[in-house]
């Protein structure tokens, strides 16, 4: 991870993100609908109205932040995922236990 590039743009479109994860996934009626953003921690745009309308659809946010931990801005992590407890940096959690904490939240 220490090695991702972010390119194309000056501003970020986390809600677009979002809003097109809806509207092209074909979540299985019979699962839990979960949705791990990645992201470098800049936020700008609609990303926390979309972020609320993909809860109201009963998806699950969980949301990674990729850089330097004082770029990253934990406010709109927290917005994006409506709970403080699915933000992760990283560098601060074993991959091995975020993936069971998304498999033992449910």
């Not at 770029?71 to 959690?93: C, D, E, Y």
Request: hydrophobic share 40%; proline share 4%; charged share 20%.
């Amino acid at each position: 991870m220490d090695d991702v590039i972010f390119e194309g743009g000056d501003r970020p479109r986390v809600g677009s993100a979002i809003y097109h994860m809806m509207c092209t996934t074909p979540f299985r009626d019979t699962a839990r609908k979960v949705a791990v953003l990645l992201t470098d921690g800049r936020f700008g745009g609609r990303y926390a109205g979309r972020a609320q309308e993909a809860r109201d659809a009963g998806i699950e946010l969980y949301g990674t932040a990729v850089g330097r931990k004082a770029f990253i801005q934990m406010s709109g992590l927290n917005a994006i995922t409506g709970n403080p407890a699915r933000v992760v940096h990283w560098k601060q959690v074993d991959p091995c236990v975020f993936a069971a904490t998304l498999c033992n939240s449910g």
